[in-house]
Structure formats: C-alpha cells, structure tokens
C-alpha cells in the first residue's frame, strides 16, 4: 500500500492509502483502483436515474477486478455497456464497454470510502437526451 496526498479539482488536499477499494455491500465483490477520482459524474438516463449511482471513470488499466468477480449483468437493449451488480447482495458495483477498443470503466463511487469523493466535484451528464455534460 501507498500513502499519498492528493489534490482533486476543487483544490482541497486529501491524504489517502492506495489502493482504494470500491466494495459492495456484502463485500464479495472488491475493486481496485490506483489514484482516487477527480471528477465524479451523475447521469440522468433511465438507466443511471433508476439505479442511483454516481460513476467514477477510470481507464481499463487503472482498475483491477478479481477473476472470478461474482457478478451478473445486465445490458439495455444490447447496447453500448455492461453493467454488473453483485450476485449476493445486488449491489450495481461497475460497468465495462461492449467494445473491446472502448479503455473507460465506471465505477459506482457510492461504493468508494467517503473520504475518497466527499471533496470531488460531481458533474451532470444529460444521457436522457443530448449525451452532454450540464455544466
């Protein structure tokens, strides 16, 4: 493990042990990330609004996911991502690109220790109509 101290987009220092661990309810499914979130966003498509979440993205390579991740998905439609949630406490924990030349990850921040995004800032993302952010 690694201390750091780490300075989000808001400009409020943060000491911090890496990796974080974004962890689900029940704790059977634990995701490692390499350096905390610098911007969170909350997405208003049916999708996101009805599960609650807040995503973190992250690139393929700073994410590490177990083998054997006890999950089950769910894809809208067949479209553009897969979202899991845990198998035994239902929790939505990430979601992984249909895509393999798609490298963004989401991981739910909810699931992040609070100290790791009470000072991030969250951006909107309008998914329900024009894909942009409202800021």
């Known amino acids: 493990m690694t201390t750091v101290t780490h300075m989000p987009k808001n400009g409020r220092t943060q000491t911090m042990t890496f990796p974080i661990k974004a962890t ?36 393929a390579e700073d994410v590490t996911t177990p083998e054997g991740l006890e999950t089950d998905t769910y894809t809208w439609n067949g479209r553009n991502v897969d979202f899991h949630r845990c198998r035994h406490c239902g929790c939505i924990t990430h979601w992984v690109p249909r895509r393999s030349t798609r490298k963004t990850r989401g991981i739910n921040a909810n699931l992040l220790p609070e100290d790791s995004i009470r000072s991030v800032t969250i951006r909107y993302r309008d998914g329900a109509e024009t894909g942009k952010y409202l800021d």
């Open 24 to 59: 689900c309810h029940c704790a059977a499914v634990t995701i490692r990330l390499s350096t905390p979130p610098t911007e969170l966003t909350r997405c208003n498509c049916s999708l996101c609004s009805r599960y609650g979440v807040v995503w973190a993205y992250y690139n």
